[in-house]
């Protein structure tokens, strides 16, 4: 089974520009997930779809951040405009249970915001 | 109080050690539980899950104490190939969001 897929791997830009990143998730799978993890942290949630409806964003810095999954398969998370703190790898992971049986996370995207 | 506490190390140990990770957890719904590992610069990975009556994956022992909100990892006989971060994951709420701790860090030595 093909794995979470996610772009790109690395992004560098400068404060105050915005900056996307993609992510597929196994096929099937209804529940997808973005974390945002700082470097020395564990992982902390941002955003969780189920299918193409938010289930919880009480995480996501709203005035910056945004996220969607029209569609109910691949999702964008978006930010703008990028602050120096939001430097992190910013990881996806999708479930078929809500998370009963743990999550598959795609590789990240690794983001440094200079 | 954060609501996955582990000790986040390092833990340095030498080859065939033996070795445990604890976690705490601050939310007595919680209703799953389990271990990833996340080697540098990679995305986090399940280990295994963690059930109340304990359970064992070859080296790996996992416990839970529902009373004490409390979870442990046992590692045996240690390999190089064991140094990762663990991190201690607690699935919480109706969403069924998980929560990570910090990661503990272990490095296996020669």
């Known amino acids: 089974e093909a794995g979470v897929a996610q772009s790109p791997r690395y992004k560098i830009i400068e404060k105050r520009q915005s900056v996307a990143f993609w992510c597929n998730p196994i096929s099937g799978h209804a529940t997808l997930y973005w974390y945002q993890q700082i470097l020395g942290q564990g992982p902390k949630l941002l955003i969780q779809f189920q299918n193409n409806g938010v289930v919880d964003d009480s995480q996501l810095p709203k005035d910056r951040f945004s996220a969607e999954r029209l569609k109910g398969v691949d999702s964008t998370l978006k930010i703008q405009p990028a602050k120096l703190e939001d430097s992190a790898v910013y990881l996806c992971?999708?479930?078929?249970?809500?998370?009963?049986?743990?999550?598959?996370f795609g590789s990240g995207t690794r983001l440094t915001v200079v | 109080r954060k609501e996955v506490e582990q000790d986040p190390g390092p833990f340095n140990v030498p080859e065939g050690a033996t070795v445990a990770f604890n976690c705490t957890y601050s939310n007595s719904a919680s209703q799953s539980f389990f271990w990833y590992r996340q080697d540098c610069r990679k995305e986090p990975k399940l280990l295994m899950s963690?059930?109340?009556s304990g359970n064992e994956d070859g080296r790996f022992t996992a416990q839970l104490n529902r009373a004490s909100q409390y979870i442990s990892l046992l590692i045996r006989d240690s390999k190089l190939s064991d140094s990762a971060t663990y991190l201690c994951v607690v699935r919480t709420g109706n969403t069924g969001k998980l929560i990570f701790g910090q990661g503990t860090t272990l490095q296996v030595k020669p």
């Open positions: 963690v059930y109340s």
């Open positions: 992971a999708s479930s078929f249970s809500e998370g009963y049986y743990g999550y598959t």
